[in-house]
């Protein structure tokens, strides 16, 4: 099977912390430029990240300089370290990829982000 598994989401506090990771299974993830999306409450889903095959990263303007992506090509994972966390940061968070032509998502895992 072909299959992307986020997981690491959960409620933090203004100012704290999470990492979130993607499991790969039936692909390498080396071999893929890998994203983040979030999707906030009725917002549309956004594009935040990317790691491309090479190791370079992208980050949008908003969260760049929190947000940090790594990979671990032996666990065949990707890693979204995420600091200072802000109340706008509050989505469900999902990692993509392009697989056959297609986008190959994970079921998402929420990040709530509140005093």
């Known amino acids: 099977q072909v299959q992307l598994v986020e997981s690491g989401g959960g409620l933090v506090q203004p100012g704290g912390s999470l990492r979130l990771s993607c499991t790969a299974s039936?692909?390498?993830?080396?071999?893929?430029?890998m994203h983040w999306y979030r999707q906030g409450p009725e917002k549309q889903r956004e594009l935040f990240a990317n790691i491309f095959s090479d190791g370079v990263t992208y980050y949008l303007d908003s969260v760049k300089g929190r947000f940090t992506l790594s990979r671990d090509n032996a666990k065949n994972t990707m890693y979204l370290q995420m600091n200072d966390l802000k109340p706008e940061d509050t989505a469900v968070y999902y990692c993509?990829?392009?697989?056959?032509?297609?986008?190959?998502w994970g079921q998402g895992t929420q990040v709530t982000v509140s005093s």
């Open positions: 993509n990829t392009v697989w056959r032509a297609s986008d190959l």
């Open positions: 039936g692909i390498n993830i080396s071999e893929y430029t």
